[in-house]
C-alpha cells in the first residue's frame, strides 16, 4: 500500500496568527462520515484492557458490534483542505499543554473535533499502561495550509517531538537527538520510543517514525487519513506498519530473529503469534483489530 503521508510540512507555525484563505470544504465521503461519527469508532473490536481506567470512552457503529464483523475497507480519500477557522482550537492535549518545539512556547493548535478526541484518547492510553503524565506535549505542528497531499492541510494530522514533566523529558521521540547515544542508552530509548509509538499505533492507522525516512528523525507524525473514524487494523503491506511491529518485536519483546524489512514475513508473523499468546490477545496479528490492540498494549506495557 502507499502510505498517504509522503511529505511532512516541518515548523509550521499554527499558532503565529495563519492568514485566512479563501477555500471551501465539499462534502466529500470523509466528511459525511467524520460528521456521523464524530470521534473515533471502536467499532465493536476495543480490546478489552483498554477500557478502564478512565480512558474515554467511544460509542459503537451500528451493524458492527461484535469481534466477528469484517473489517471496513481503507476510505483512501484524499485530504480536502480547510481554512483553520473551520476547525477546533486546542491548547492541549488531554492534560499535558501544547508546545511547539521549535520555539519552545505554549500555544495552539488545529485539528477537528474527532481528531482532537482521538489525540485524548492516545495520551489516556499512554498514561494507563506506560505509566507516564506528560504535562506537555512538544509538537512540530498540525494544520497546514493548502496541500491536497498532506493530512495536516484537513486538521487530520499531527507530529509529535516529545513528552515533557516537570521540566524534563519522559520520552524523546527525536531520534536525530539521541540516535548516536551508547549501546546501553541506546536500547533504552529505543525501547521507550517503541512503547510510545505502539500507543500511536493503537489509535491511528498511519504513524511515521525515523524508519519511514530521514524527515521523520525529529518527530513521528500521525494522521487518520487511512480509516477516518475506524480504529486500524494491520494492512500487511504496509511498509509503515510492518517496520513498527518488526522493530516493536526487536526492540521491546528482544525477538532478535525479527528482522526490520517492511515484509510480513513468516518470522514476524510466528513472532507476533508468540507475544500475543503470551498477553492473553485473541488470535494472529493480522486477525483482526483485536488482535492489533492488544499486541499494541501489551507492547505499551512491557517495561
Known sequence: MEDTERRTPQGSRTSDGP?????????????????????????????????AGGIPSLP???????????????LRIDPSPVNY????????????????????????????????????????????????APDEIRSYGAWVRGSTTSWHSSGEAIDIARLRADGTDLVSLRHDLWRDAPASE???????????????????????????????????????????????????????????????CRHVWGRSEVQITGVYDDVTRDATTRILEQAGGP??????????QAFMVATMQRA
Do not use: C
Open 85 to 132: 477557522t473551520e476547525l477546533q482550537s486546542r491548547r492541549a492535549v488531554g492534560e499535558a499543554a501544547y508546545v511547539y518545539e521549535v520555539n519552545g512556547r505554549r500555544s495552539a493548535y488545529y485539528v477537528t473535533e474527532a481528531f482532537g478526541k482521538r489525540l485524548d484518547r492516545w495520551i489516556a492510553l499512554h498514561r494507563k499502561h506506560i505509566g507516564q
Open 60 to 74: 459503537d457503529v451500528p451493524g458492527l458490534s461484535g469481534l466477528s464483523a469484517p473489517a471496513p475497507r481503507e
Open 283 to 292: 488470535g494472529e496479528l493480522a486477525d483482526s483489530r483485536a488482535a492489533w
Open 186 to 248: 541506546l536500547r533504552r530509548r529505543l525501547a521507550l520510543y517503541w512503547r510510545t509509538a505502539a500507543g500511536l499505533h493503537h489509535e491511528f492507522a498511519d504513524v511515521l517514525t525515523y524508519l519511514f525516512d530521514d524527515a521523520h528523525a525529529n518527530h513521528i507524525h500521525v494522521d487518520i487519513g487511512r480509516f477516518g473514524p475506524e480504529q486500524p487494523r494491520l494492512i500487511r503491506r504496509s511498509n509503515a506498519q510492518v517496520q513498527a511491529v518488526q522493530a516493536m
Open 19 to 51: 492568514q485566512p484563505t479563501d477555500d471551501s470544504r465539499p462534502l466529500t465521503r470523509r466528511r459525511l462520515l467524520t460528521i456521523g461519527a464524530l470521534g473515533v469508532v471502536a467499532a465493536g473490536g476495543t480490546y478489552a484492557v483498554t477500557q
